[in-house]
Every structure is written in structure tokens, then in C-alpha cells.
């Protein structure tokens, strides 16, 4: 690893402003004005760290970012990525020197993981079965599904998994290292580690893990840590570490990420987790039950039956619930929660409220309805074009309105993967664009749903 001095840096970033002033289409004393007053703070193997003192001057220079990289390429003969910092950034990163850096990055690499969160505990339906099977797969052959990516909404258990896989290491194979961390922690742990010139040491730790479980991938939008992640990430994956990642959408539909890093999240095993269907949300109610076994409060068949109804889209708010109704009970003390009191206690819930609005549900059914067709056969694998364009239609219609993710639909449509659904989705652009009797049809069905 090169170390540059202050007056090399300097020598190099005079080198660079003076290329750049032949290439950019500025007049001189705009050129002076947005980069006048910045200077190069470091090179790294991988990266040169540019500082500016405003907001607007970093998203100005950030427009030039593959000319800047180009020009530093011809300057110091390697090819190395470019950031842009602001000075208060520095300024807080310098804050934490070098005596104490230990001392920050541990409360990131501190174990979090939470005990309470196993493969035991975590019920299994059919809308999880896959990844809760993936999940348990990486444990017994570490690095066969690698990344492991497993993508769905909030609060449907992907942070369960995660937690699950660590405590099971931990438990199963201690001499092996993992490390659970969130995504936006690693965000300030990466950038922390640029602008305290301490890049090498903190990829030198991150790769003694072994397992490498990030949560919430898609809040990884920072720019100017993806070049050390992406560095970081092939090298565990060229010593088969084990990495696990979570996210709400697919990873071919993560917005704000350099695509070379999608494509290697999308290099290993995807699988989808979705809401739980009633018997599963019903099962994780009973789940949560077997610990309140001591509050010696009765509660009716039919108020699981309600729960598990109408919260099972969100485990959190399913599990909520019933926390929300044992202290209701506590605080009331009927004689038994029957329907009635269950009703009273949620009549306000905004979840409660909104059962009137546009579900993918009712898109099935209604184009069922309009075509004359069973909800199994529009969720069949039929090709039949009797079956198909209906299908394609009730499709198009729930990204239209609904706005959900590909991945999320086909889960809606015998789960399909999402790539068959964006194909079905383009398809049905095209006919509508095509044939008058598609936009016939699609125009009575949005007004059967009232759209």
C-alpha cells in the first residue's frame, strides 16, 4: 500500500485540476468556484478522497465523478474509485483519533445478536418455508449458497433468520466468527474508516468473520462506501465466508446500488419470504401464547381467528396485537377476551380501517370474475391464452395500482419468480398498446374496482 505525503497529495490534485480544466466545459472562473476551494484528503489502494466545503459543491463535483476517476487514472497509473466529502465530515471523523478507534468500532462489532431469536421459535408456513430452509442450509455448508439473499416486507421474520443463523453458529460451531450488523451501521463504519485513513485495518477485521449477516441491504445508498464494500465483499466471497443478506425487495430491484454489486447479490440464492397465510399467523399467535401462560386470562377461538385475519401481513403488528389485547385485558379484566372485546379494543385500528381499499385479493378475483375463471386456475401454470391474458392483466393491474414489487406479485400468483412476472407485466404494456379489445377490458375491470 502506497502512503502519499501532504505535498504529494497536493503535487497529484494540482495535476488533476489542470486536466480537468482541458476536458469539463467550464469557464474559468466557474471551474475555480466549484473546485477551487477542494483539495484531495487521501489515496487509498481503492479510492481517492476528495473534500468540498457545501452540500451543492459535493453534488456538483459528484455530477463529474467518472472524468475525476479518469483523470486520476492517467495521473498515478492505477484505476481507483473517487468520493467527495464535506469538510464537516472530516472534521467529525478526525474527532475520533486513533487512540480511541478501537473503542468506536467496537460497539459495531460487539456481538448483537438476540438470544431470543432461533430456528426453534420461528414458525414455519409456506410463505417462509423456503427461506427458513435456506436459512438453516448455510449453517450446515457454509459458502454452497453464497450470498444467501433473503428479500420481503417489514416485519415478516427476515431479522429473525438472521439472528437465528448467528445464535446457532454460536451455539453449534463457537470457533467460528460471525458478525451481525445493520446496514447503515456498516455505512458509518465504512465511511469512519476513510476518513480516518484506516481502510486496511477495517477490512483486516471484518474478514476474521467467518458469517457476515447484513440486515436491511437496501439502505446501503451511500455512494462513497460501496467501493470499500464491494472490495470487502469479493474477498470474503473468494475465502468462502459465508454472507447473508436481507432486504425488502428483490435484489434485482434495489434502487441507488452499483449495479456490479447487484449482479453479485443476485449470484447466489434469492428467496422471498411473504406474509404468513392464516394457519401460519394463527400457529405464530399460539407461539407467542405459550409465554403468557401465567396471566390466567381465557381468550375465544374466534379472537385468534380475528387476529390472525386481519394483522397477518406484518408478524411485529400480528404479535403487537396480541400484546396490545393481553393489557387491554389486564387493564379491564373481563371475564373472558371474546370477539366483542377484541372488536371494541381495535375498532380505531388504522389496519382495521383500511380492509376497503385495493388489494391484490380483490384485482384476482375481479378479473376472475370478468373472464370466468377460478382464482386456482389464474394462479395455475396454464399458457393457455384463455387463462394467460387474464393473468397478465390481473398482473399488470397490481403493479399499476399497487405499486408492488415484481417479486412480491409472482408470490401473489403460485409463486412465480419475479422474472416471469416482469416479463408477463412488459407483455401486457404491449398488447394494450396494440389491441383496442385489451384496453376495452382493462377499462371495465378498473371500474369494477373502482379505479
Known amino acids: 500500500m502506497v502512503h502519499y505525503t501532504e505535498g504529494q497529495l497536493n503535487d497529484i490534485y494540482t495535476q488533476v485540476l489542470d486536466h480537468l480544466k482541458k476536458i469539463l466545459n ?3 472562473e466557474e471551474f475555480k468556484y466549484w473546485f477551487g476551494n477542494s483539495y484531495l484528503f487521501d489515496i487509498d489502494d481503492d479510492f481517492a478522497s476528495i473534500v468540498v466545503t457545501t452540500k451543492v459543491h459535493k453534488t456538483i463535483i459528484t455530477n463529474f465523478i467518472e472524468e475525476i476517476a479518469t483523470v486520476f487514472e492517467q495521473i498515478i497509473g492505477k484505476k481507483v474509485g473517487c468520493h467527495i466529502f464535506l469538510q464537516a465530515e472530516i472534521n467529525q471523523s478526525i474527532k475520533i483519533s486513533k487512540n480511541n478507534l478501537s473503542d468506536f468500532d467496537s460497539k459495531f462489532f460487539n456481538t448483537k445478536l438476540k438470544e431470543e431469536y432461533t430456528f426453534d421459535n420461528f414458525v414455519t408456513g409456506k410463505s417462509n418455508r423456503d427461506a427458513e430452509a435456506a436459512a438453516r442450509a448455510v449453517c450446515y455448508y457454509p459458502g454452497q449458497y453464497n450470498p444467501l439473499f433473503i428479500f420481503g416486507n417489514s ?7 438472521l439472528h437465528a443463523i448467528g445464535n446457532f453458529i454460536h451455539e453449534n460451531n463457537p470457533e467460528l466468527r460471525v458478525l451481525y450488523i445493520y446496514s447503515e451501521d456498516l455505512v458509518t463504519l465504512l465511511i469512519n474508516a476513510m476518513t480516518t485513513k484506516t481502510v486496511e485495518e477495517l477490512k483486516d477485521k471484518i ?5 457476515l449477516l447484513i440486515d436491511d441491504i437496501q439502505r446501503l445508498k451511500q455512494s462513497t462506501s460501496q467501493e470499500i464494500f464491494f472490495n470487502i465483499y469479493n474477498k470474503l466471497m473468494n475465502e468462502n465466508k459465508q454472507i447473508v443478506i ?9 434502487k441507488g446500488i452499483e449495479n456490479r454489486l447487484i449482479s453479485r447479490f443476485s449470484s447466489g440464492l434469492s428467496v422471498p419470504i411473504g406474509s404468513p397465510e392464516f394457519e401460519t399467523a394463527k400457529a405464530i399467535l399460539r407461539k407467542k ?10 381468550i375465544n377461538e374466534e379472537v385468534l381467528d380475528f387476529l390472525a385475519t386481519r394483522f397477518s401481513s406484518d408478524v411485529r403488528k400480528l404479535e403487537g396485537s396480541l400484546n396490545e389485547l393481553f393489557f387491554k385485558a389486564i387493564l379491564y379484566n373481563p371475564e373472558v377476551i371474546d370477539l366483542e372485546f377484541v372488536t371494541e379494543i381495535f375498532k380505531d385500528d388504522p389496519q382495521i380501517k383500511v380492509e376497503s381499499e385495493l388489494t391484490a385479493a380483490q384485482i384476482k378475483q375481479v378479473v376472475c370474475e370478468f373472464y370466468g375463471l377460478t382464482k386456482s386456475q389464474i394462479e395455475s401454470k396454464s399458457r393457455t391464452a384463455t387463462i394467460a391474458n387474464p393473468r397478465h392483466i390481473a398482473i399488470y393491474l397490481c403493479r399499476k395500482h399497487l405499486n408492488m414489487p415484481f417479486a412480491k406479485i409472482g408470490m401473489e400468483f403460485g409463486g412465480r419468480d419475479h422474472t416471469t412476472i416482469m416479463s408477463s407485466y412488459e407483455k401486457m404494456k404491449k398488447m394494450l398498446k396494440e389491441k383496442d379489445t385489451f384496453q376495452q377490458a382493462l ?9
Open 443 to 451: 377499462h371495465k375491470i378498473e371500474r369494477k374496482l373502482g379505479v
Open 246 to 254: 436481507t432486504s425488502d425487495i428483490h435484489p434485482t430491484e434495489l
Open 207 to 211: 474478514l476474521t468473520y467467518d458469517f
Open 26 to 28: 467550464f469557464r474559468d
Open 289 to 298: 401464547m405459550e409465554g403468557r401462560q401465567n396471566d390466567n386470562i381465557m
Open 155 to 161: 416485519g415478516l421474520g427476515k431479522t429473525h433468520l
